[in-house]
């Protein structure tokens, strides 16, 4: 059966940065949602902002669905010879985590929801320092807005918190992971 292995989590926290991590580890795909996310709002709603679809809570339940249908399944696991695929994305409602579990369900996937965490003293470091051409007020005003809305995951697979070294956390992951015989 393919695995799904999904990282979760706040702007900032650093999904990407270890979803690359795993994906070299487990030589797996990585799929990064913003390089996605933008194309696929602007077509499904009309030339809304990702933030604004979270915020305002447009039909995410949908959109999640076809991105996934349209950038991941029908373009990465069925081509690829490759049992497992590194996704990282932000779901931050039940709901959308539901949809989900139900689409990899649907597409006999075993889906492995994994957690990033960080606290917000090195988020708002991170967020201001990622580029010096942006307005960091509101990039964290839009931080803090994503949090309010974000529902804790239930039963995570594992959970990262970058505010700590990294090293002892993807060993022990990695072992948990290859616990479930992954290829």
Known sequence: MKKLI??????????????KRLSEELNAPFVNSDTWKHDIARVMLGEVDYAN???????YSDYL????????YNNYLPIRKNKILVLEVFLPKCKARNEL???????????LLIEVVANDQLLKSRLVNRD???????RWETYLKLKEQWEPLVNPFWIFDTSFSLDKQFIECL?????????
Do not use: C, W, Y
């Not at 990282?7 to 999904?15: A, I």
């Not at 679809?53 to 039909?59: G, I, K, Q, R």
């Open 6 to 19: 999904v990282l979760n989590g706040l702007p900032g926290t650093g999904k990407t940065t270890i979803g």
């Open 175 to 183: 072992s948990k992971l290859h616990k479930l015989h992954l290829p």
């Open 53 to 59: 679809v979270v915020t305002n809570s447009l039909p």
């Open 101 to 111: 579990m139900t689409f990899a369900r649907e597409n006999n996937l075993t889906l």
């Open 132 to 138: 010096g051409t942006s307005d960091t007020g509101a």
């Open 65 to 72: 669905r076809r991105a996934i249908q349209m950038e991941i």
